[in-house]
């Protein structure tokens, strides 16, 4: 099985080659690797797929005593070092977008394009900060199974078989505690860090997103010169699983607009 040691920690991934540039996907904290099934047959004709089991998800189980998801943006970089990738792009859904925007800061010339797929990767700002706050007093709370909210009502009234197909894979990661949501959204980047990169960017949002508000992600649009926005309806937190073909079609497009030369 394909894992990256560091020290006593594994990081699992899988490599299912294909021609043409590497791309990574890497999932929220509602999936792992298993989440891009809609994803990799439709893009390793075209690009190098690497899928990740992220840093406490799936096969990749942190250590009692590691970093948690502060290390999300390292394992990234780790992995491109690992696999001998001078240049990526990411396809980063919800909690990918933490790693991604992390990792971009980091070492911006490693990227050549970035998906933020129904995430703006805890990206930060006055405008961000004051329009949250605005958000989270006019709408209603989020669901208390964590599954649940990834999916958009209409998603989930109309099929229910990936439905439960989302869960059992949601299923296979260790639960997370309130400690680990806790960590995770005390990481934040400055939007100006990120805008300084230069790196060509593209936000997906659904309409029925209730985790990461579809206005956050129009702001991010606004604020950060030629980026491009989808706004899919009918979709939710996941409209990569929800609307696979219109996800595919507009991320294939966008990464053949900047793919090396």
Request: aromatic fraction near 10%.
């Given at each position: ?19 043409g540039p590497a791309v990574v996907f ?27 089991d992220q840093r406490g998800f799936g ?19 780790a992995l491109l070092d690992h696999l ?178």
């Amino acid at each position: 099985m394909p894992f990256m040691q560091q020290g006593r920690f594994r990081l699992y991934f899988e490599d299912t080659g294909g021609d043409g540039p590497a791309v990574v996907f890497l999932h929220g904290a509602g999936g792992n690797h298993l989440s891009w099934w809609q994803q990799v047959p439709a893009f390793r004709a075209t690009y190098r797929c690497i899928t990740v089991d992220q840093r406490g998800f799936g096969q990749s189980p942190d250590l009692p005593d590691g970093p948690g998801c502060s290390a999300l943006a390292a394992d990234l970089l780790a992995l491109l070092d690992h696999l001998g990738l001078a240049r990526a792009a990411v396809v980063a859904q919800s909690m990918g977008g933490w790693a991604a925007v992390g990792a971009a800061v980091q070492q911006p010339q490693r990227f050549w394009a970035i998906v933020l797929a129904n995430t703006i990767g805890n990206l930060s700002d006055p405008d961000l900060e004051a329009l949250r706050r605005q958000l989270q007093a006019t709408r209603p709370p989020r669901p208390p199974v964590p599954w649940q909210g990834a999916l958009g009502v209409s998603f989930q009234q109309r099929d229910a078989a990936r439905t439960f197909l989302y869960a059992q894979i949601s299923g296979l990661n260790a639960p997370r505690s309130e400690a680990f949501y806790e960590q995770l959204y005390r990481l934040t980047t400055p939007l100006e860090r990120y805008r300084a990169t230069g790196i060509p960017t593209l936000l997906i949002t659904g309409d029925e997103d209730i985790l990461i508000w579809p206005e956050l992600s129009l702001l991010v649009h606004a604020k950060l010169p030629g980026s491009q926005l989808v706004r899919v309806s009918g979709a939710g937190h996941s409209v990569y699983f929800e609307a696979p073909e219109r996800f595919n079609q507009e991320v294939l497009a966008f990464l053949e607009a900047h793919r090396p030369a």
